[in-house]
């Protein structure tokens, strides 16, 4: 059974750092590229961050870009998102996700298939 | 970016009811589309990727279709248990991107 299981999450004040690991289980993790996706309390979701299976390929969405690092270990089953600068907008639930893909005419396209339960960051 | 419109954003249905939601991307993803359940309370569930293909365990009154930019998610019979919130997201171009969400309750 595939399971996803995020933590470090917390209360944080404004500009401070913290970072948040998902533990990944009942699949290869060397195989799956994965990615973190938040959802600000009441509202929809928004991808933050990706990272192919061997690290070679990382995009970030904008709102997060230079001030958060996505990585993993391979080794342990691990994903990481390093958060810095924390700003009141990060506030969410932030969920670990893994991504397969499918080819379509443009070229791969990527969905989610898998998601943890989830761990909050709230900024203030 | 690619923006996703999503509509409606929120509808009520019958037991038995046929639900229709839609999704529109501001460029042709060339099927590159996935919709999501979410329950409160519970993370989002995969229910169809390339817009058509039905996710292992998903029943069969779900139904994904549409094309180019234009796509629609199908639940042939509403039951209790599809109450709830449903994204599409478009998995083509980075930045990867959501619908806002339709709101599904029971009538």
């Known amino acids: 059974e595939v399971q996803l299981v995020e933590s470090g999450g917390g209360l944080v004040q404004p500009g401070r750092s913290l970072k948040l690991s998902c533990l990944a289980s009942?699949?290869?993790?060397?195989?799956?590229?994965m990615n973190w996706i938040r959802q600000a309390p009441g509202k929809g979701l928004e991808w933050v961050a990706s990272?192919?299976?061997?690290?070679?390929?990382?995009y970030y969405a904008d709102t997060v870009k230079g001030r958060f690092t996505i990585s993993r270990d391979n080794a342990k089953n691990t994903l990481y998102l390093q958060m810095t600068s924390l700003r009141s907008e990060d506030t969410a639930l932030y969920y670990c996700?893994?991504?397969?893909?499918?080819?379509?005419?443009?070229?791969?396209?990527?969905?989610?298939?898998?998601w943890g339960q989830g761990v909050m960051v709230t900024v203030s | 970016d690619i923006q996703m419109t999503q509509s409606p954003a929120s509808l009520s249905a019958s037991l038995g009811e046929t639900v229709t939601i839609q999704c529109r991307a501001s460029e042709d993803i060339y099927s590159g589309l996935a919709w999501y359940q979410q329950k409160p309370g519970k993370s989002p569930q995969l229910l169809i990727y390339?817009?058509?293909s039905l996710q292992d365990g998903v029943p069969s009154r779900f139904s994904g279709s549409g094309s180019g930019t234009q796509y629609s998610l199908k639940i042939s019979s509403m039951q209790t248990e599809d109450e709830g919130v449903y994204f599409c997201q478009q998995g083509l171009k980075y930045p990867l991107t959501f619908g806002s969400g339709t709101k599904l309750e029971i009538k």
């Open positions: 009942g699949f290869t993790f060397s195989n799956y590229g």
């Open positions: 996700a893994r991504h397969s893909n499918l080819y379509v005419y443009y070229g791969l396209s990527y969905y989610f298939d898998y």
């Open positions: 390339g817009a058509s």
């Open positions: 990272i192919s299976s061997s690290s070679s390929y990382i």
